[in-house]
């Protein structure tokens, strides 16, 4: 089992930037491989895959919509994730999850991650 929380969001203008955090515990996060990943979900809309990085390297994945917005990075010796999201939009108002799959290869469906945060809101102003 793997604790998730999260931080760092808040109200930002239209072309604003935010720096979310991950911060996991868990004795299984070194016993087994993990994707990290980051997904939001706005009101009345399904919970959408943004970026999933794994703790042990690889290149990051990113949904098309936030490629060359959003970046993804990790801190293992923190054990914690990040999302920057540069060029903030109002249509990315949402609420930002956090979540882990105990996986050796990528996935991009929420269904597959098996532990998540509470999540953190992030609105942007036009």
């Known amino acids: 089992q793997v604790q998730l929380v999260e931080s760092g969001g808040g109200l930002v203008q239209a072309g604003g930037s935010l720096k979310l955090s991950c911060a996991a515990s868990?004795?299984?996060?070194?016993?087994?491989?993990?994707?990290m990943g980051w997904f939001r979900q706005a009101p009345g809309k399904e919970r959408e895959f943004l970026a999933a990085?794994?703790?042990?390297?690889?290149?990051?994945s990113y949904a098309d919509s936030v490629k060359g917005r959003f970046t993804i990075s990790r801190e293992n010796a923190k054990s914690t994730v990040y999302l920057r999201l540069n060029s903030l939009k109002p249509e990315d108002t949402a609420v930002y999850y956090c979540?882990?799959?105990?996986?050796?290869?990528?996935?991009?469906?929420?269904?597959?991650?098996?532990?998540w945060g509470q999540g953190t809101q992030v609105t942007v102003s036009s």
């Open positions: 979540a882990a799959d105990r996986s050796i290869v990528v996935h991009t469906t929420a269904d597959m991650y098996e532990n």
């Open positions: 868990g004795r299984t996060l070194s016993m087994y491989n993990y994707y």
């Open positions: 990085i794994s703790w042990t390297g690889g290149r990051p």
